[in-house]
């Protein structure tokens, strides 16, 4: 099961995710805030949006969402976004 390890705000609310089988991306969130859902409303606010936390390896925020790591990571490789970092020999 894939898990986000660590979570970096980049700005422009794009956020580098890291997972638990050491690759990575940076995962925009414009478009999801774009639908101006009841739960991503907040996540306009760039104080609220940068407070995300890492919960069981989830993307968090104090309103309750949750973004599962798979549906990111999954988003990530579709799009061809997603990056593996190598291991020293």
Excluded at 29 to 39: A, N
Excluded at 49 to 61: D, N
């Amino acid at each position: 099961m894939i898990k986000i390890v660590h979570a970096t705000y980049l700005g422009n609310k794009v956020i580098r995710l890291r997972f638990s089988d050491h690759s990575w991306g940076d995962y925009d969130m414009q478009p999801l805030i774009s639908k101006q859902t009841e739960m991503v409303m907040p996540l306009q606010d760039e104080d609220y949006f940068s407070r995300f936390f890492l919960e069981l390896g989830a993307l968090c925020w104090e309103n309750g969402l949750e973004l599962s790591p798979g549906s990111l990571y999954k988003k990530l490789q579709e799009r061809g976004e997603l990056h593996v970092e190598s291991e020293a020999a």
